[in-house]
């Protein structure tokens, strides 16, 4: 099951290309009773606790979370949202927890996964049920892009409901800081970056690059792999088309140890907000996070070109490095009636507005106007459409749970060794445990 998810990641990477455009401002949300028998019928919703775990427990994620829940309680004044969050680690700490509890048959109403391969493993597990129902409810392949439901799809079923989609390839940069340092365009490759990064140094500032816990640095190692392999090979990374000792392989580990020669020492418990204050400070100039930075610095009162701007990573200009968030119902859930309810409310229209205003992602539904979106937003929306699609390692598209636990684990070695030749032969042989 994992190498057939793995598999067919690449393919679905293309095939999104074609992606629906963003269409009408109709609200196609449907009624908790509607859809098929399964689906709760009582009005206001099914009652009792209904249970959430995610990890958004700070920034922008908490009040994107925070938004669904005043809608839930609005829309399912029955139910009771009981929030599960977990901080730290782009859910690395979360994860664990819920391992733990699915495997002492303790699960949640509903947990947070990723779109991709990540949920393989919980299907595999057989820890999760089909959410078919709630989808053909929601108006599926009508509101939601085709290429998106086959990465939640195994064998027929539906094992999720997406709620947004983030950009995981984008630098977000200080524009006094450029300015400073006389920086006036965007660098067009990870070698120009880096030069650019010399400037930035000369003018003062010590750290051009700022960077957080492991996973963030994953996040900015898979960013350098897309610039230097190009999407093809890229994508054969998971398939077994491209080697993870190749010669492109190699170069890009090399050239991800020179950016971090530009950054600050990290510790593995900082998060991401740790780096994008730092841009937003003025102590750094660059910053490599996903879209959900676009509300720090919102909340920061920042406003964009004035104070900030952003580009995709160099070398990915017309790449969209793809992530979704989406939710689940374990098999063993206590109230199943309310996790349909809370799945009915986050795949709605009037949900998946309210929530990705305030997290800085983009709706999964393609019915949701651009207009009711800030810049940055309507930008991402736009290259969704047009962008060559890739998957993101760090947040599941790409790989499995364990998977990506090996290649952070080797990204957390080389960041005390700062050894790439031993990199290189990590992140092969943890390939070879996966694809053979």
Avoid at 249 to 272: E, I, M, Q, R
Avoid at 311 to 328: E, H, I, K, Q, Y
Avoid at 409 to 421: G, H, L
Wanted: glycine residues 10%; proline residues 4%.
């Amino acid at each position: 099951m994992r190498n057939r998810s793995v598999a067919t990641l690449a393919v679905a990477g293309v095939a999104a290309v074609a992606l629906a455009a963003c269409g009408s401002s109709s609200d196609n949300t449907a009624p908790a009773g509607g859809g098929t028998s399964s689906l709760a019928t009582t009005a206001g919703g099914a009652g009792g606790d209904v249970g959430v775990f995610t990890w958004w427990a700070a920034g922008s994620e908490k009040k994107g979370l925070d938004a669904l829940e005043a809608l839930f309680k609005e829309k399912f004044p029955n139910d009771k949202f009981v929030n599960l969050a977990v901080a730290g680690g782009a859910g690395s700490n979360a994860k664990a927890k819920l391992a733990s509890d699915l495997q002492n048959n303790q699960p949640p109403d509903s947990f947070q996964g990723h779109a991709g391969a990540e949920l393989a493993d919980y299907i595999d597990a057989e820890q999760i049920e089909p959410v078919n129902d709630v989808i053909t409810a929601l108006g599926g392949e009508s509101v939601f892009p085709k290429s998106l439901l086959d990465l939640l799809t195994v064998e027929g079923s539906i094992y999720s409901v997406p709620s947004n989609i983030h950009r995981a390839n984008v630098v977000w940069a200080n524009t006094a800081v450029l300015k400073k340092a006389g920086i006036n365009a965007v660098p067009k490759d990870i070698k120009a970056w880096m030069a650019d990064m010399d400037k930035v140094k000369a003018s003062g500032v010590s750290t051009p690059l700022s960077v957080s816990g492991t996973w963030t640095q994953v996040q900015l190692f898979e960013t350098v792999l897309v610039a230097d392999l190009g999407v093809d090979k890229y994508n054969g990374l998971f398939t077994g088309d491209t080697k993870w000792d190749s010669a492109e392989v190699k170069a890009a580990a090399a050239d991800y140890k020179k950016l971090l020669t530009y950054a600050n020492t990290a510790s593995d418990g900082d998060d991401w907000p740790v780096a994008t204050d730092m841009v937003i400070d003025g102590k750094a100039a660059y910053n490599v996070m996903g879209d959900w930075a676009v509300a720090q610095f919102t909340d920061k009162g920042k406003k964009e070109q004035t104070d900030y701007q952003y580009f995709p990573v160099p070398g990915t200009d017309g790449v969209f490095d793809f992530l979704a968030d989406s939710f689940t119902l374990p098999k063993g859930a206590k109230n199943p009636g309310g996790t349909k309810d809370w799945l009915m409310l986050i795949g709605s229209a009037e949900g998946q507005k309210a929530f990705n205003l305030a997290k800085g992602s983009i709706p999964a539904r393609t019915d949701v106007p651009p207009t009711d979106f800030p810049p940055y937003q309507q930008s991402a929306m736009e290259a969704f459409k047009t962008n060559k699609i890739v998957s993101s390692i760090a947040h599941g598209a790409a790989v499995s749970l364990a998977w990506n636990a090996d290649i952070s684990t080797a990204i957390s070695k080389f960041y005390s060794s700062k050894d790439d030749a031993t990199l290189v032969s990590d992140l092969a042989a943890a390939a070879k445990k996966y694809l053979g």
